[in-house]
């Protein structure tokens, strides 16, 4: 738990200083000598008064609000490293530099540095108790609305990775779907509407390339519909489609020997979905989103797709299978446009850990994004000024959609050998109609095996929670 009250001090706490004014007096001349305040650089000491303090450097730059969500993490990790859960942490000098708001950004990266990996998400907040101090009692009211939905985000942040980093044996697609339901049902709250399409409705409903995929497995696909419907006065509807492959062995395409391991985190777009609407129907946001999940599974067995196979969609549109690996497309296909057909959405995002190709472009700390629509494309720009987040936006052209032109059916689900980023998000373009579209591609960022930054650990990031919160907040 997180709070704003200076009724108590406690026996341990954190204080962030920055190198021009790095006054530790009580420290002694000799700990002056080291601690030079520069960016998270940390030194542990004992005050006159007995309190233990942690101080954290904050260097000489103003900080972005990445850098913001790293120190404090990070401070929130030296001190789970010495198991106090208890403890003071000074924030005025961070109110000085960005207003009040900035305590969002701080009580998220508090989450974010207790995060424990197998533990349910939840587990990891409670057993804390941090102190903010440095806030004035005229501002305490306010200072208390942006700590819980900071603390809101960074949990929904929390849950998208632990649903990413447990194994896949523990998380079927039904498993998922009713993991996210019972989290949602939690909120108890009236705007928001939950329905589960499973495997029967599916093949009646025509969803051929979420079933065409599905089918290789025992455990079944299904689709899950999450409706939050909080701004009556708003005719804006954001529709965020996220991909769920719960298990991902490539199919007769087998992945290398090598990426097997990996294979499990094949659903962090549609764990992003399912955390960012936790955080808009918690933080009970006015705004109009609809998400859908598509979830199965992709192995091998006699119903598997091969190569060469022609299928239908949602869309009614024909499917020429070129790469049983590139199923995530496959399946985001029918759930996009199930979601503009069926939904009534104005705009439609979907994300998704969709390719290699991102990786060898982007590296681990960008996502990949493709847009038919200026202004959707600025509105992911904002919101991930707000999340500390990095995005980059891919050009394309007629060329690139001729790589994917095929001779026997109406579009084939993999290009050139070059571009593979670029043809995989227009392949889903095609299923999105007049709406205007986005794609995010997180096949770098969803997951690191070394962390970048101090917020992160081994494993699932939680990529995209945070921007696509601030995406639907925005009015």
Wanted: with cysteine; proline share 2%.
């Amino acid at each position: 738990m997180i709070t704003c009250s200076n009724e108590k001090k406690q026996d341990f706490k954190v204080e962030f200083v920055g190198e021009h004014d790095c006054e530790l007096d009580q420290c002694g001349k000799n700990i002056q000598k080291i601690f030079k305040g520069e960016y998270l650089q940390h030194i542990t000491y004992e005050k006159e008064d007995g309190q233990i303090c942690v101080s954290v450097g904050l260097g000489s730059e103003s900080l972005t609000e990445n850098q913001i969500l790293e120190v404090t993490a990070y401070a929130a990790t030296l001190m789970k490293e010495y198991k106090i859960r208890e403890y003071d942490l000074e924030v005025s000098k961070f109110i000085t530099m960005g207003g009040l708001s900035v305590l969002e950004r701080i009580s998220h990266g508090i989450c974010l540095g207790n995060f424990e990996k197998y533990k349910n998400y939840k587990e990891c907040i409670k057993s804390i108790r941090v102190n903010l101090t440095g806030i004035t009692s005229e501002d305490k009211k306010d200072a208390e609305k942006y700590v819980f939905r900071g603390q809101t985000i960074g949990e929904s942040v929390l849950f998208a990775r632990e649903l990413v980093n447990r194994p896949s044996n523990l998380l079927k697609p039904m498993d998922m779907a009713k993991r996210v339901m019972d989290e949602l049902e939690a909120l108890h709250n009236e705007n928001l509407e939950m329905e589960l399409l499973v495997y029967g409705q599916l093949r009646t409903m025509g969803m051929q390339a979420l079933c065409s995929v599905g089918e290789s497995s025992v455990n079944p696909p299904c689709l899950l519909v999450l409706r939050y419907n909080a701004q009556e006065k708003n005719s804006e509807k954001i529709g965020l489609v996220g991909k769920g492959v719960t298990v991902d062995t490539g199919g007769y395409c087998l992945k290398p020997a090598s990426s097997m391991a990996g294979i499990k985190g094949d659903m962090a777009g549609a764990a992003a979905v399912a955390s960012a609407v936790y955080s808009l129907a918690k933080n009970k946001i006015k705004t109009n989103v609809v998400a859908v999940l598509p979830m199965c599974e992709n192995r091998i067995s006699k119903g598997s797709l091969l190569p060469g196979d022609v299928i239908s969609s949602y869309s009614g549109k024909k499917i020429e299978v070129m790469n049983t690996d590139a199923e995530g497309r496959l399946i985001l296909a029918d759930a996009v446009s199930y979601t503009v057909q069926n939904e009534g959405v104005t705009n439609v995002l979907d994300i998704a850990t969709l390719t290699g190709a991102v990786v060898n472009m982007l590296g681990f700390s960008i996502a990949g994004v493709l847009s038919d629509s200026d202004m959707f494309y600025d509105r992911l720009v904002r919101a991930a000024n707000k999340s500390g987040e990095k995005y980059h936006r891919l050009p394309y052209g007629e060329e690139h959609e001729k790589m994917i032109k095929s001779e026997v059916a109406d579009v084939k689900n993999q290009g050139e050998s070059y571009c593979g980023t670029i043809t995989a998000g227009l392949f889903i373009k095609k299923f999105a109609q007049n709406v205007k579209w986005m794609h995010i591609d997180i096949a770098g960022t969803a997951w690191v095996d070394s962390p970048i930054w101090k917020y992160q650990q081994t494993g699932a990031t939680g990529a995209a929670v945070s921007t696509l919160y601030y995406l639907c907040e925005e009015e």
